[in-house]
Structure formats: C-alpha cells, structure tokens
C-alpha cells in the first residue's frame, strides 16, 4: 500500500480561498489560481499545490505539469530579495553577462540560488522591457539601469 | 477655471522604471504649493517612445520637450515655467550641443515616424476614458454597431490590405472571415499580448498608453464575427499595462461600452484578463490556446486554424495587439485611408522596439517601407558611441541579422523574408563592431532552447545540437564540418518543426552563416574571436610601450593576477587571468590590449 505521506498544514488566508471560489468553476482557471498562491507565498510550496489539487479536484500531476512548464511559477522560497538581471537582447549586448558574474562573486551563490541567511536570491530573466535602461537589474519594485559592474556592490549594500 | 498648462509626464515602463511617478507626484505637489494646480493639468500618460532620454515631460501648449528629468527638477518646473513662464533650458533636448532643440517636430527621432498604432501613447492620460474618447475613442464601435454590416467590416478590413502584426503577416480580413463564416452558438476573440520576445515592447507600450483600443477592437471583431467574449492573455510580467487594462475595463462597462446591449443595440460583449507565466512558445497562437485553457502551453497541429477551431474548440479570431491597435483607424478613416500609407503588398505602419547598440533608443512607428537605414540612422541617431555598425537582427530569436549591405532594403514583409529575416513582432536590435556574431547567434539559440515545449522532436533535439555546436565554436573547440551540420540541422527544423518556434529558430544560425561566414571561420581556424567577446579564444596583454605603471589595473585584479612596481611596466598572469576585462575597462591609457 502506498504510505501516506505527511503533508504540512498550510493556511490559506480567506482572500485566497475568496479568489479560488470565484474562479472554480470558471474553465481554463488553474494558471489564474496558480499566479494568485504564489502571490500570496511568493513561491508555490508543495503543499499549497496539494490543497489546489484538493480544492479544484485535478490530479497533483497536473498542477505539477503546469508548474514546471511556466518559467514564472517557482517552486522554492526566493530570498527576502530576489534579484533579477535582465537577460533580454539590449541588456545581453550591453554586458548584463557581465553583472551576472559580479553578483555570483559577491553573493557566492548561482543563478537560482538564495544565500545562506536568506537574504537574497538571484535569477536572471528574459526582458523587464525597459530596454532604453540597458543593462538592467531589478530588486522588488526598483529598478536600477544603464548598470556598470562596479555600481553593483553599492547597490547590494544598500539591502544589506 | 481653464487650464492654461498640460503638462504630460511618461508613464511608461522605461520612464516608470526611471522614478516617473516620482517626477509626477512632485509636480502635483509643487503645483499645490504654488497655488497653479487650478491652470494646471498633470497627466501622466503611455509611452513616448524616446526611451533613451526618458524619464519625459512635456508642456503644452510650448510644446516644450524635456528630457532625462529627475523627481528633484519638479519644482523648477513649476515656479520656472508654469508660474514663470520661462522654459527650464537645461532640461530641454538638446541633440547638437550647438543648436537647442525646443519642439517635437524639431526632434529628429520623431522626424520620420508615422504614428496610427501609437497615436494616443504620450497624448492622453491612459486611465481616463473620457480623453481616450475624446480622440475618436469608441466611434469606430459606435459605427459599426449602428452603420455597418458585419460583412461590410470584413470589406473594409479587406480593403485596408491589414496584415497581422505578430510574426506571419497573415490577413486579418481573412482570419475574421473564417471565424464568422462558422456557424457555431460560441465564438472567441482573442488577443495575444504574450510578447515574450526578448529586447521588444511594443506591445506593452501600446497597452500601457492606450488599453481602450484593443478593448474597441475586440468589440468590432465580437460584433462582425459573432463572438459575446473575448480574452486578453497578458504576461505576467507586464503588471504596469495589467493594471491600466483593469481600469480601462471598468471604465468602458461603466460607459456602457463593454458588457450587456452596447450603446443600447443588440450586441453584448465582454472581455476578460488572462495571465500568461513566462513561455515564450505561448506567443504562437495554438500554444496560447492550450495556456488559456489552463494547460501546458503546447501547440497543436494546424490545420485545424484556430479561427475555425481555437478555444474549447469553437472558432476563434486570435490577433496580436498592435494588429488590434490597427482595427478603430482602419474602420474610421476606412480601408481606403490606410492603403495609402505603407508599399504594395504592406499597408500601414509598424512600431519597433529599437534597442541594442543604437544612440536613441525607443519605440518607433513607421510606414511600411520605410529603409532600416531611416530607421538606424535618421532616427536611431546612428551607432552609440561612435562604433562601426555591424549587423541589425530584426524578429528576435526568430529572425535573422541583417548586414550592412542591405540597410536600403525597404522594410516589408516580402524583403525582410527575403534576407532569411522576418518582420516578427518587431524587436529591433542593432549590433557594433565590438558584438560576435556568433555569440549572438548562441544567445538567441539558448533562448529557444530554453522556450522549447519539447513537445516535437525537430526543435527539442536540433534545438540542443545546434546549441552545443555554437558552444563548441565559441570555446575554439569548432570543426569545417560543423558548418555544414548546423546548415542541415537547421534546414531540418525549419521543414519539421511542429510551430513557429522551431520552424524559426534556425533564422539566427542560417542568417548568420550566410553573411558572417568569416566570423564563423575565424573562430573555427584561426581560434580567435575578432570582436574580443567569447572569453576561452582571447587574452588580456599589457602594452609595454604604453603602460606608464600607475597600478589601477593591478589593484582591480580581482584574481591578482597583475604584477609590477608603481612606474613600471606591468604584467599579466596568463595561468591566473580569468579574463573578466577589468583590466581593460580601467587602463586610461590603452595599455591593455584583447587578442
């Protein structure tokens, strides 16, 4: 018999549960379901995706399915940071290569990776679509642009 | 009272990113304290699409155009120019150094352009609904609901010779046709804003300044093909034009322009937001679907065209925003109008994303046929620091580069296919003398290699080998024969891919080979890399007869792998050097040489 495997509790808050009420029996719902937990987690925990599966009646796998296809969704914690360097084509011409490789050294962690004290984590990702700002990195809801690899210390400092 | 004073801040993405609202705010604020909020408006509007100079202000009725403002310059212009009546001269363009540039039409980046799709990005405050109609907004709708015939719609989208602005170029008055020629009780309206191609925002911009006519267009498209609800799939990444959509939205089913019995007719319509999550592949309209439908974003065999079986399998009309953005002129102004801008066989105009190495930066709308020497030269204000220019890749990971040879090539449909490039959804990105080609090209491969469904094989697995090929090649680890294996591999995926995506995703190695075949061989023979760029095929020198010894680059070494005596010539450590460039970027006295 298959063991039954222990699953955390995980709390929804009422806002959530409110939006997936709304949007059960809407078709097509999962993907609109799935952004609204990670925005509520900042990431899809394992066990969020196994009270989704409850909620909506669909396969775990499913969900899985759709989870692991979508660049956007994660499926780890980020650090209380989250880093990302724009890795469209201006910036990749403009040298974002470069600030990748700043970011590794001073945080010692690689692209997907959260450092030890859970500060930060870092991730590239494909055109923030401010392309006149190339070389550009995000941290939350600024915006830092036309970058140089030695502007970057300063600015990890700052989150310190 | 009336206004005497508008003043239009950006709030576009790019000048968002740059503290616009922040700029917005303190001008609301100063105009408080100086006691002229009553004389004057603040409206903070979509895109100019001079990104470069961004964040913008702009003050009518001067017309005068600032550019690169900060939040602290607010209050300057205010007590200068609003209460002084004196223009901030500082802050206005000045592109000559000689001559100061006051006027939009002055300014040679807006010289050019033509604007239909972004006619109201940079005019109108994007979350007021009364100024959108204020510039014709809903009239086309208004028209077509009490003036027209769905097939006189079909007609006269015909007429305008309106081609789908999202990659193929395939005509909208058709697309329409099949969908409305179905007889089925359930119809969809579609509109892909997915636009995932990396260096491109057109899309986003168009949203961001202007979201009420895609909700028009949908509209029009509903009422002529007989579909109540429609869908707007959006990347997630986009919250800026997410949210104006919203508001747009609310404000039309206020207005009575969305929802049950518009304007009072018969027809009833709604739209509703769905977010995209990162897959490029969801650009192509199959893949799309099946993301809509909440699945994985694979597409299907064609035919069956989604027009005639798209969403939950009813017929479907999927256009791509800009080509929305089209529909209100074309209906307005009529087909007519709209053949007699662009070439033969492309009508209109298109908007670009002009990025990369390009001294002005920005979203630029011009007629079909229009050079991509206009567009990089007259426009684009040439190469960025006066570099020589080397390649243009037009469609993004989808496209091809384009060479100096070619820069008079009018830019159609037809031609740019013809060069093995192709319109896509309208990145543009220009490339200088210090970018390889073929670390481009693998930049654009690892792109698809990473979008790849994997559903068929031709692009998962050519996908990967043409992949690695260009690894191999930029490590100086290349063979003759790879040559010819990408140019079969990639004739393969082109022939047998399933979508789109891998069906294009050759474009970048095909084209490149064709016109930067030396640059492939230089890496391949003589192991090295011309323009410096791929690390494992070059290294750092110090010149002796240059270095003076003033040890910067030493004390930058972030591995010490530079040695010598303050006055003395220096020396690098080739064992040690992990050529990260610091060296080179700080030598002022060009002692440090790549080769």
Redesign the interface.
Known sequence: MAEQRDTEQITFSDELVKYIETWKHKPGNLIMILHRVQEEFRFVPREAADEVARILDVPLAKIYGVLTFYHYFKLTKPGKYNIQICLGTACYLKGADGLIEEIENLLGVSEGEVTEDEQFSFESVRCVGCCGLAPVLVIGDEVFGKLTKDQIPGIIAKYQ | MAFTNYILVCGG??CE??KADQIYQNLLSAANAEGVHETVQIVKTGCFGF??Q?PIVKILPEDSFYVQVKPEDSEEIIKEHIVKGREVKRLLYDKSESKKHARVEDIQFYQKQFRIVLRNCGFINPENIDEYIARDGYAALEKVLFEMSSDAVIEELKKSGLRGRGGAGFPTWLKWNFTKQVDSEQKYIVCNADE??????MD?STLEGDPHSILEAMAIAGFTCGADTGYIYIR???PLAIGRLKIAMEQARAYGLLGENILGSEFSFDIEI???????VCGEETALLA???????MPWPRPPFPAVKGL?DKPTVINNVETWANVPMVILKGGEWFTQIGTEDSKGTKVF?L???IRN??LVEVPMGTTLREIIYDIGGGIANDKDFKAV?TG?PSGGMITKDYLDTPIDYKHLQGLGSMMGSG?M?V?DED?CIVD?TK??LG?TVDES?GKCSPCRVGGRTLYNTLDRITKGEGTMEDIDKMRSCGYAMQKASLCGLGQTAPNPIMSSLKYFEKEYLAHIKDRSCPSGRCKELISYFILADKCIGCTACARKC?VSAITGERRKIHLINQDLCIK???CY?VCKFDAVYVG
């Open positions: 993405t790019g990113s740059a990104c470069e961004g995932g191609d990396p260096g491109a925002y986003r997630a990444e986009y769905r977010l995209g999550a990162g897959a490029f993301s809509l439908e909440g699945n994985r974003g939950w994303a990025t990369g190495k930066s920005g890749q993004g990145g990105i490339m970018d481009v930049f654009y792109f469904c972030p990260c460039g610091i970027e």
